[in-house]
């Protein structure tokens, strides 16, 4: 079973339709005994992180997600909150990977909206199976400016290289949308549903 | 981001200064344009030349070895020091010098500046902004001026400056790095910012290119080879991989696509979800459903119909059409769509954006521009392009803009169903007057036309609806033409 965040940061249904597209059971919850009760996480979201956090702490979600050693996928703004903090209402968020989110520069039309690459720097189980530069769909005006390399797994340009897919432990966070990436999506998603850590 | 080597000349060689300190010159070479050579050889773009002798004097000095230097190398110089009048100025602009800094003058003498501007362009003209605890400094950094640099942004704005160089003058030649605040407000501002000043390490020019910077000057770190030019300008290449978007739009009437389409094998032509499956393997970036049912029965059954769509299809699709409530909205978005189409209700009822923007994310909100041209300027429509407003395009966007809009699908009312091609003027006069990503729509009629709405006008994505209906284009053939033309598509 598992468990999709819903923690009123949009667009819970793409995820859970995807994984109904892939056959995996899944439950929509805000309890954290749920939460620590199934296999797998998956974290989405889109929206603004001082919201988001704000809810988080309401639940108590905040408290469980470093605590937990079950595979976890952040996806979007999820994979943001993951990092220490945002430069977005000046959040502190859940400090699993070093650096923090930033905002595009105004040089940059933002959102940064639409399909791009992933060029992938380390092998990951979650990558296993796309091809290096495939194409994925973002939508979003921040991103993970990650101070070692050593997290980052795969990485878009966009007026420069950021992080667009990274793991730390059992950990990972996509920048884009794989329920909404196609065919290469499909396969990150089916990949990750059916990790065994 | 451009990386410019910087050599600053006091008699004829090439020095350096710490803090704008006059009595305590290093001298690196006696050289300059030897020097400025081996610049080039390295892989330099730009040169950035500085007259101190003339900056403290107020008029220039060394211009034989400016000259020299530009007489032997092959790229573009700026220079500046002591260009305090417009025959100065013109002498450079004249004589194979590309860009002329000026900083004293431009803040206090706006004739001259206007002047300048007015006959040879504002591309060729630099005004270099050096800050000490804040206020400004002028001749030669020995005086400080009263002006806070929210007064210069003022001034310079009015003078339509574009380029500046941001100089905190207490951290010039110390290697301790830039002032990244001080060059962040003047590249929010909107200007091409470059920083100069304290620049030691490739960590510093990655962190001005991640700020936005147009570019770094960079002295000391090269001189002392803190910083290697080659590496430096790999790291801060532009880079972008972001691909332009081909979308087909399905008009929607009571559950069915309407004007029909000839796919071929295809069971039900009119099924939006069978349309919108087949588009999603062929190429499609994304759908746009648009309802045009007008009765409250037949949006219910869209928004069924939206429940269906998001089930069946793994590419970002977006719905529009009589959207006029924030319920509307998160209707439609609790369904499954990603984003939301919205058209006269943005022009009648601009809170909807704010709070859209607010309650559901910048993302979700495309704002259709239904514009028709009017004279030299483009009107807003409304109720389907049946009601003219007074509003003009543009500034209806950059409203649209600020009030939180994520995207904006511009759609020209004379070009629509004309196959003549795209208004690349309309497209082309919202883009460059904001910072999210366009739709261009209406008029296109083969392929050309969307080359030219991607290369002339400023798109990121380009619709269409019966020509790929049709199969009169093919998303696959378009994109691989828009390839061989060295666009960037999925």
Redesign the interface.
Same mark, same amino acid.
């Given at each position: 079973m598992i468990a999709i965040i819903n923690y009123n940061a $949009?667009?819970i249904?793409?995820v859970a339709?995807?994984l109904?597209?892939l056959g995996f059971e899944y439950i929509v919850t805000r309890d954290p005994k749920t939460i620590l009760r199934t296999d797998k996480v998956i974290f989405p979201g889109? =929206? @603004?992180a001082g919201a988001a956090m704000s809810e988080l702490r309401k639940t108590g979600i905040d408290k469980i997600i470093p605590q937990l050693t079950k595979p976890f996928l952040g996806i979007c703004l999820g994979m943001q909150l993951l990092a220490q903090c945002s430069e977005e209402d000046r959040t502190k968020c859940l400090g699993i990977f070093p650096g923090a989110c @930033?905002k595009f520069?105004? *040089?940059?039309?933002?959102?940064?909206? $639409?399909?791009? !690459?992933v060029a992938l720097k380390r092998n990951s189980p979650l990558t296993a199976g796309i091809p290096d530069g495939s194409?994925f769909?973002?939508?979003? /005006?921040y991103y993970v400016?990650a101070p070692t390399a050593k997290q980052i797994i795969g990485e *878009? /340009?966009? =007026?420069?290289?950021f992080p667009s897919i990274m793991q730390k432990d059992n950990f990972f966070a996509v920048q884009f949308?794989p329920? !909404? /990436? =196609?065919?290469q $999506? @499909?396969r990150l998603l089916n990949n990750f549903c059916g990790l065994c850590l | 981001m451009f990386i410019i080597p910087a050599i600053d000349i006091i008699n004829g060689k090439c020095v350096r200064l710490v803090q704008g300190n006059f009595s305590d010159p290093t001298v690196y070479s006696n050289n300059p344009i030897g020097v400025a050579k081996n610049f080039e050889k390295q892989g330099a773009v730009f040169l950035h030349l500085v007259d101190l002798d003339g900056a403290k004097s107020g008029f220039p000095v060394n211009l034989k070895t400016v000259f020299a230097i530009a007489n032997s190398v092959n790229i573009p110089l700026q220079i500046g020091g002591g260009i305090r009048s417009y025959d100065q100025a013109r002498r450079y602009l004249e004589n194979g010098i590309e860009k002329i800094i000026l900083s004293t003058v431009a803040l206090e003498n706006p004739k001259l500046l206007n002047r300048l501007i007015k006959n040879f362009g504002n591309s060729r003209i630099t005004v270099s902004i050096d800050i000490k605890d804040e206020k400004i400094a002028t001749r030669g950094w020995l005086k400080k001026d009263t002006k806070t640099i929210s007064d210069i942004v003022t001034i310079l704005k009015k003078a339509r400056i574009k380029s500046v160089i941001v100089t905190d003058t207490s951290k010039d030649g110390l290697l301790k790095g830039p002032n990244f605040v001080l060059t962040k407000q003047f590249i929010n501002a909107g200007f091409a910012a470059i920083a100069a000043g304290g620049v030691a390490s490739l960590s510093d020019i990655e962190e001005l290119n991640k700020l936005g910077a147009f570019g770094a000057i960079v002295g000391k770190a090269l001189y002392e080879k803190k910083i290697d030019l080659k590496k430096a300008q790999r790291a801060v290449a532009y880079r972008n991989n972001l691909a332009k978007r081909i979308i087909p739009c399905l008009d929607v009437e009571n559950g069915r696509v309407v004007k029909g389409t000839n796919f071929k094998n295809l069971r039900d032509a009119g099924d939006p979800v069978l349309l919108g499956k087949r588009y999603s393997e062929s190429g499609a970036d994304e759908l746009v459903y648009l309802d045009i049912s007008a009765t409250r029965e037949n949006r219910q059954t869209f928004r069924e119909l939206v429940s269906q769509i998001a089930k069946e299809i793994n590419i970002p699709f977006t719905v529009g059409g009589g959207v006029s409530t924030t319920e509307d909205i998160r209707d439609l978005l609790n369904a499954g769509a990603d984003k939301i189409s919205i058209g006269s209700a943005a022009v009648t009822n601009s809170q909807l954006i704010k709070e859209a923007a607010q309650y559901f994310g910048s993302q979700c909100v495309v704002i259709s521009v239904d514009a028709k041209k009017q004279g030299r300027s483009w009107k807003i429509y409304i109720n389907g392009g049946t009601k003219k407003t007074k509003i003009d395009a543009i500034k209806f966007s950059q409203q649209m803009e600020r009030l939180g809009a994520g995207e904006l699908l511009v759609n020209s009312l004379d070009r629509d169903g004309t196959k003549t091609g795209f208004d690349l003027e309309l497209l082309k006069g919202i883009t460059e007057s904001v910072n999210i990503p366009m739709i261009a729509s209406s008029g296109a009629g083969k392929k050309e036309d969307f080359l030219a709405a991607f290369t002339k006008g400023g798109c990121d994505a380009a619709l269409a609806a019966t020509l790929f209906h049709y199969g009169e284009i093919s998303i696959l053939e378009l994109k691989k033409y828009l390839q061989r033309n060295n666009l960037t598509v999925r």
């Open positions: $949009g667009n249904a793409s339709n995807a109904e597209r889109q =929206g @603004r @930033r520069p105004p *040089t940059l039309k933002t959102p940064h909206l $639409g399909w791009n !690459k194409y769909y973002f939508v979003h /005006s400016d *878009t /340009s966009y =007026g420069f290289d949308h329920e !909404k /990436s =196609g065919e $999506g @499909r | -």
